[in-house]
């Protein structure tokens, strides 16, 4: 139980900066950052995603805009906003000095 | 073949099967119910909806079909994650959330109706003890069927228990803390439940009754199920009782039957009624009685016994068989009975006058001894020479070998000298017939100095078919007679109530008191002795 909230945790936070870092690379709609994901071995279901990028646009780190697709109903495309671009790279520095942390953490460098 | 329904999701029509719809609809519910707790809700949902279109739409064309089946709602929602994969993402709700519901508020014991099974209680009991319910109920069927103390605990729980009607007494149940927490997390999967339940095709009126009305509604809704479920087996159980009866019935039947014919060697047909029948057709008329008695008793049994064990309803050909043997049977029956009752359309009579040694005061008794006839010996072991000089007597109760075919009148005389006329009668199939009847009674009236005696009984000739033969014995005194009647008479004695005579008598000898009573016959008629005398 302690170990999944940790996880829970950990994965919560890793999740949002990697659909951001996806994004990032250009225009890209739902279901295949599910793909990406997946092949990431990240996301299991696509449930969780939808919510997630919801919030993100709220905050105002994405935009979307509507395509038309003739397989089925229209699909919303992802971009990264300005603000967007900007947090995703204030995650980049976060996540080099948490992944500084842990390398630290096992195996201690002594200066 | 199965019913489609067209949806729209996603701005798309998709043909969907009904029961795949259903699985859908209540996913679609969980969550729309699942993001309601967050403000971007309408948003999330419908990019699901879309999504979910989307899938199906590439599972239309990818698989050439054009309904969409319950394998593919299912291969969706694996897809898309059940509503409790769902990660949390809003930051507003703590992970202290997901409290394990054991460490909360203290528990109550309420009965838990939506999960129970009859009137909740086992279900009740279960979240109060925190036990599995199947244990419980295990128990509980075990106490009712060892002695069946457990039925009255359970009617006891039932009553004293209260019901958890409210939210927060349902919650109190399950110890879920009674907080703005537990309370919305409890309304929304009311509220979601409810909404299944109102989409359900089946709807019941369950929840209505529930929340209405007092234990006597409950108690008759409660029965009303349990008749529909276990009234099926006190039904089969009714039934094999009926077999059994019956099976008992027939074989009593048969056994009777067997002795009317003789297998046993006994004269039943001397006896009344059987005596009426005539010798040559009683067995022919016997069987065909048989036959109407057996065979319903033989369907009845065979009809309980295809309910108790729900076997298949017996052969036609059979049934209509034992119909027609039935009919035969009542067809032979009602001209047996028919024969025999023209055997009793006519009617003759004649009198014989008897001579009486006159006597200034008469006692009337009643002639205990029995007349044997030679078969009678036979039949009752009887050697003449054991028995010479005596006289048997029988004292044993008014055996019913026939109905009462003995009367006696007395009646005042015209002359000044008692005398006794005996009538015969009898009926028969012609006048003649119905005399010789009559002839052939045996009557025996015998005068002992002052004791006349009668015989409560008469006597057929052999094998004489009973008729209706009957003797009246007219005695005939001069007013101003005395008569002493033995008590036992009284039955035989017609118009006269000579009970009455007993109260005020004082004769000195309490035999006589006690068994005799006193008469005087006046211009009026006969009367009681003592009355007079006062």
């Known amino acids: 139980m302690i170990a999944e909230n940790t996880q829970t945790q950990m994965r919560k936070g890793i999740l949002e900066y990697c659909v951001l870092l996806i994004i990032s690379r ?9 793909a ?12 969780t995603l939808y919510p997630l990028l919801t919030r993100l646009k709220n905050n ?3 935009s979307y805009n ?46 | 073949m199965k019913r489609t329904l067209n949806i729209n999701i996603g701005n798309s029509i998709i043909h969907i099967e009904e029961d795949a719809f259903e699985l859908l609809t209540n996913y679609l519910i969980e969550v729309k119910q699942h993001f309601g707790k967050s403000a971007d809700d309408f948003e999330i949902v419908s990019d699901i909806e879309n999504r979910i279109a989307e899938m199906f739409s590439e599972m239309l064309t990818s698989q050439q079909k054009q309904v969409i089946e319950l394998e593919d709602v299912q291969v969706v929602i694996a897809l898309m994650g059940s509503v409790k994969d769902f990660e949390d993402q809003s930051d507003d709700e703590p992970a202290a959330a997901h409290i394990p519901y054991t460490a909360f508020a203290e528990r109550k014991i309420y009965r838990d109706i939506e999960e129970g099974m009859v009137a909740g209680v086992c279900s009740g009991l279960s979240h109060y003890l925190k036990m599995d319910v199947s244990i419980l109920r295990i128990l509980a069927v075990l106490t009712v069927l060892l002695g069946g103390s457990g039925l009255i605990a359970y ?8 019901r958890a009607v409210s939210r927060s007494e349902k919650m109190a149940m399950r110890g879920e803390a009674v907080n703005l927490q537990g309370f919305k997390r409890n309304f929304e999967e ?12 089946n709807e019941h009126l369950q929840p209505l009754v529930k929340r209405s009305g007092s234990f006597l509604t409950e108690f008759i809704e409660v029965l009303g199920r349990f008749l529909q479920g276990s009234g099926r087996v006190i039904f089969k159980f009714i ?4 077999a059994v009866t019956g099976s008992v019935m027939l074989l009593s039947s048969v056994i009777t039957i067997a002795a009317l014919l003789g297998i046993w060697d006994s004269s039943a047909n001397e006896i009344f009624p059987l005596s009426m029948v005539d010798a040559a057709y009683f067995t022919t008329l016997i069987t065909a009685l048989f036959v109407v008695v057996a065979i319903p008793l033989f369907a009845l049994i065979l009809f309980s016994v295809r309910v ?50 006159p006597y200034p005061v008469y006692t009337l008794e009643l002639d205990r001894s029995r007349f044997f006839s030679r078969e009678d010996s036979l039949r009752y072991r009887l050697n003449a020479a054991d028995y010479a000089g005596k006289v048997i007597q029988n004292h044993g109760g008014d055996h019913f070998s026939m109905p009462r075919n003995v009367s006696i009148k007395i009646e005042r005389s015209e002359n000044n000298s008692a005398s006794l006329t005996q009538r015969y009668g009898a009926q028969g199939i012609t006048f003649e017939t119905a005399l010789n009847n009559a002839k052939n009674i045996k009557y025996n009236f015998t005068q002992k100095d002052s004791v006349l005696l009668f015989s409560p009984e008469l006597y057929l000739k052999k094998n004489a078919n009973w008729r209706d033969q009957r003797v009246e014995l007219v005695f005939r005194i001069p007013a101003g007679m005395k008569l002493i009647i033995d008590k036992k008479l009284d039955r035989y004695i017609q118009d006269y109530a000579l009970w009455n005579c007993n109260e005020d008598d004082d004769h000195d000898d309490k035999a006589v008191r006690d068994n005799f009573y006193r008469g005087i016959m006046t211009e009026e008629g006969l009367t009681c002795w003592p009355l007079l005398q006062q």
Do not use: C
């Open chain 2, 239 to 242: 039934a094999i009782v009926m």
């Open chain 2, 308 to 357: 108790a064990f729900n076997s298949r309803p017996l052969n036609k050909m059979l049934s209509y068989g034992l119909l027609l043997i039935w009919l035969a049977g009542v067809s032979v029956s009602i001209f047996y009975v028919a024969k025999i009752s023209a055997e009793f359309k006519e009617e003759a009579e004649f009198t014989q006058a008897i001579p009486l040694k």
């Open chain 1, 66 to 111: 509507w395509v038309e697709s003739t397989s089925g109903p229209p699909r919303k495309y992802y971009t990264l906003t300005a603000e967007g671009i900007s947090i995703l790279s204030q995650l980049d520095t976060t996540w080099q000095e948490l992944s500084f942390a842990i390398t630290q953490s096992k195996n201690p460098v002594k200066p």
């Open chain 1, 36 to 47: 990406e994901l997946k092949s990431a071995k990240l996301l299991v279901v696509e449930g």
């Open chain 1, 60 to 62: 105002g780190l994405l």
């Open chain 1, 26 to 34: 250009g225009e890209i709609y739902a279901s295949d950052i599910i």
């Open chain 2, 155 to 162: 009617l006891i729980l039932w009553v004293a228990i209260p």
């Open chain 2, 190 to 201: 009311e509220l979601a439940s409810l909404k299944q339940n109102f989409q359900n095709a």
